[in-house]
């Protein structure tokens, strides 16, 4: 239970906390840009300075890309510890024109503060900090152990953050991870994602004869290896949008029919979904809802097609070879590589004659499917209904998120924590992103809950 | 029947007429190249000077182009008109790293002449300018009238020859056109093409989200429109290779027993033809040779396709569009418009829902036929044995040569004699190209025939 005059103290920092927070936002720790290394340094140096003083044992370690920081404070040895994970740089802010304040001039409006990673990450990650400083400053140690670990290049997909795990795995022990990184179920309605899609990502080829060929003179004698191509991926989805590769489906836990009742209950606005993508009606796999197909049931896509001549006009050749990329999102507990085989072998079984056809894994990663019983995330949702004032919905996300791939499988952590305080349309990854002030507050008091919460005492 | 003087004549000129020929050789006329605009305009004017030597009426028709030399000489009012059609321009020589003289600089080797343009078309055109010279020489004018028409522009897909033709139709008028710019039906066995294949050559577009998802995100709610494309040609044919398109084969005049015993008779060369393209085995519609299917079957393929990411590794969008190039082989007696509107139909039938698509039309020719037992095709098998010494085989030629529509459409000719006394391995657009003087020489002697064999007398 969390003692009252840390709550007092957090309501009575409310301004200085969002002042640190812009402080945070000026900084344009861009990842992606190398002419904005020093501000991604400088960031990387905000965070360090914030952890050590929070006394955090905290020190900078740097990679061939940005470097990562890392800390731990470790008070109660007996007791469990809550590794925290967060990034520091962020998306570019481009395209410039579209904002209507500088990205990294935040602002405050509306009771929003609008700025390039207000919700993505910095905001987010920041009310970690802000809930242990109230912790400390009432209570000079903190009611579990606690590791943070925040890196410099999440936006361009954490080249370096497996090496840092695998040689670090002892000092980034821990029980259960929380990440706030993703939004609330919608503003309002707070939220824990509880799984993850995963992810198999392959790129085909077809090879047909060994030159492009004139399709008037050698038109009828060899196998078009477009024509091909296209007629494998006509055969990949049945008419009803259920995957054809034999075996697809045999791992799947069904989805129960309280989960289903819980999703309906969602009141998932179907309209608006429809407005926002352009389409005049959703399409999917026959049987289940919008949300259930977009969240809970594997899909299956074709990411680029290309083969011949997409130049302007006529140019009448059989081309020499073609290819495609095709991803599958899975669900638990469906495994990657098991998928692979499959979906090799059935494209290899439909594989017109008279071409060649080769196959590359391009990435892959398992879905994610935490309990809910489990203890951190009853403990995460009392704690979120004592920030929000409601109980969180239980919800699941399509797509993957490699890092959560990589904290179980490297560290051997099946509880990850998906808190998300901001809202799906603050913008991440747009113009003019933002989050909610009262958002950032009642996340802040949500970590100060949990901490308190995952104490056994 | 040809006096022996002319042919006399004409073997005594041999070495003079390939003197000539390598003159005409080294002019680079090549019309894609506008540094070349100027031996463009002296290949021209050097064809307009041969035609006035022969006595012909003859002047250069200027074009926003290169220009048209055309000139004819009526002797004989009551008597057939032959309209001889060939070009001046030829093919760009590149790669010239891959020519092993220079490619103007022809040179005599091993019984062949070397250089651009030797069989395309500069050589073969030139037999009839010898043929026409010898009969001058001995009987001072020609049996028949004569028409010559030369365009500089056919490398480049002739941009100005309908308005010419169009606006000369008058002059242009005549029963039979003569054509010699393809070749034999191998090295010694002399051909006369009778049909040539038409084309109906469309681009497909399909459009579902107004801009590219995330896969992840939105996977399972919409229909991906690459996957829409790949189902809908993945239809266009039946396994066993026949094109799917409802009444696409009603028009067609079935090819009749003894045409196909002729075709077995020709002995083509399938092992041959695989290594050449590179292939394990032909393919194509089965019931039906590998000669016929790609001369007298019609065919369709995919000319190009795109959509979405083809870039290096790995991007999880759902495209917002795609596209592709379909074109159709047609054979007599189908009709192009009529067969963009059954394709258009049908594949509109087969759109999946959730996706637009739009069909344009980029191009179109119908089939040719011309009747083998037409007097003026007997006149030229005739001639071509007084020439070559062996009666010709009548082939079928898998291609479409616009130029024929044109003159059939244009100006109604449908006595179209296509005559060609190079071998297919003569290398027309490649390096070295190359045509043999035996066949030369043979060919102004089958000229010399064709005229005498349409004359009445």
Known sequence: MIPQGILNKMDGSRQRYVDELLSFLRIPSVSTYSQNGSDVRRAAEWVLNQLKRLGFQAKLYPTEGHPIVFGERCDMPD?????IYGHYDVQPPEPLEEWRTPPFQPIIQDGYVYGRGATDD?????????????????????????????????????????????????????????ISDGSQFMQGIPAITYSLRGLSYLQMEVNGPQFDLHSGVFGGVVTNPVQALATILGKLLHPDGRIAIPGFYDDIVPLEAWERDEMAGLRFDEEGLKSYLGVQDLAGETGYTPLERKTARPTLDVNGIWGGFSGEGAKTIIPAKAGAKVSMRLVPNQNFRKINGLFREYVESITPA???????????ADPVLVSRDEVHVQAAAKAIEKGFGRAPVFIREGGSIPIVNLLKEVLGIESILLLGWGSPDDGAHSPNERFLLDDFHRGIRSVAALLYELSPS
């Open 79 to 83: 007791r469990p510890t809550l590794l």
């Open 122 to 178: 910095k905001g987010q990650f920041f009310t970690y900090l802000k809930a242990i400083e109230a912790i400390l400053a009432v209570e000079s140690k903190l009611p579990i152990n606690v590791k943070i670990l925040v890196e410099g290049e999440e936006e361009i997909s954490s080249p370096h953050l497996a090496p840092f795990l695998s040689s670090h795995q002892t000092d980034l022990k821990a029980d259960a991870v929380a």
């Open 354 to 364: 008279g071409v060649t056809l080769k196959i590359k894994e391009l990435h892959g």
